[in-house]
């Protein structure tokens, strides 16, 4: 694979129309395989809470968790630019608080770059951090740590209005210096209105194929979280399936003494 990922390569990118691609990943060896695999960007995103660590949302996750899990990926990732996502109560803070959250980032777990989910007030978050000289990320559309308070995890962008606010929020981002946006869960052609208005890269997450790049849960890729699969998901392998059938293998064996056997 070739060099690092950086702003740059990213910005030259979408100058070219050539599609970057993201995942997520919360430990060691799958940033490492995913990363092999030519992944552009990988973000430790807080749907680890969910995913990874059995809580029903993810605004359950701390700060601790996140920068745990975020360390053990950074440990697998050369190439790929290495993205942490702050989770909810980051954001209960004063915004110098908020700040040093940041900076934990880059600073102990080795970030790239944090992203930020839409919020009042994000704007000022966004400026103050990238004051310090640390990238930031947007998020805008369906925001998970705010979707309970407004009604639900549906679509958004259907109607005039809201799609206007997203328009509108999509280049506040831009302004408070974002080099990129996820737009998640937006109608296509809002989509492509945002990508081919913004100069900075947009990752759609079950938003089109006009974004500048995708995301998905790798869990939901890789069909490792079975308790419901949202329907922009495609599922490129079934590790689920795959674990349960190698361990009643193994527990079989084990029960019947064929393992461990000679060869082993
Ligand atoms: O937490 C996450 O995994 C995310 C991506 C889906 C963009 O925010």
């Known amino acids: 694979m070739s060099d690092k990922i950086t702003l740059d390569s990213l910005k030259q990118?979408?100058?070219?129309?050539?599609?970057?691609?993201?995942?997520?990943?919360?430990?060691?060896?799958?940033?490492?395989?995913?990363?092999?695999?030519?992944?552009d960007m990988i973000l430790v995103g807080d749907s680890l809470s969910m995913v990874v660590l059995g809580y029903p949302d993810t605004t359950s996750v701390t700060i601790d968790e996140m920068l745990h899990h975020t360390k053990a990926a950074r440990r697998g990732t050369k190439r790929a630019l290495?993205?942490?996502?702050?989770?909810?109560?980051?954001?209960?803070?004063?915004?110098?608080?908020?700040?040093?959250?940041?900076?934990?980032?880059?600073?102990?777990?080795?970030c790239d770059a944090v992203k930020v989910e839409w919020k009042p007030n994000i704007e000022a978050v966004v400026r103050a951090i990238a004051q310090k000289g640390l990238p930031v990320m947007g998020h805008?559309?369906?925001?998970?740590?705010?979707?309970?308070?407004?009604?639900?995890?549906?679509?958004?962008?259907?109607?005039?209005?809201?799609?206007?606010?997203?328009?509108?929020q999509a280049k506040a981002l831009e302004a408070a210096g974002c080099f990129g946006i996820v737009l998640e869960c937006i109608p296509t052609q809002l989509a492509q209105?945002?990508?081919?208005?913004?100069?900075?890269?947009?990752?759609?997450?079950?938003?089109?194929?006009?974004?500048?790049?995708?995301?998905?849960?790798s869990h939901d890729l890789l069909g490792l979280f079975e308790t419901f699969t949202p329907r922009f998901v495609k599922q490129y392998a079934q590790m689920g399936k795959t674990i349960r059938a190698a361990v009643s293998q193994y527990c079989e064996e084990v029960r019947q003494s064929t393992f461990p056997d000679a060869a082993h």
């Not at 997520?24 to 992944?39: C, F, I, K, N, S």
């Not at 805008?140 to 809201?162: C, H, N, W, Y």
């Open 13 to 39: 990118a979408k100058q070219a129309g050539r599609k970057l691609v993201m995942l997520t990943a919360y430990d060691h060896p799958t940033a490492r395989m995913m990363d092999e695999a030519g992944v």
């Open 82 to 110: 290495f993205i942490g996502d702050m989770p909810s109560v980051s954001f209960d803070q004063p915004l110098e608080t908020t700040v040093e959250h940041a900076l934990r980032f880059q600073t102990e777990a080795g």
């Open 140 to 168: 805008v559309g369906l925001t998970p740590q705010t979707a309970a308070q407004e009604g639900g995890f549906g679509m958004r962008g259907k109607d005039i209005d809201s799609a206007k606010r997203i328009i509108q």
């Open 193 to 217: 209105h945002i990508s081919q208005t913004l100069n900075i890269i947009t990752i759609g997450i079950g938003s089109g194929v006009h974004c500048d790049a995708q995301v998905v849960v």
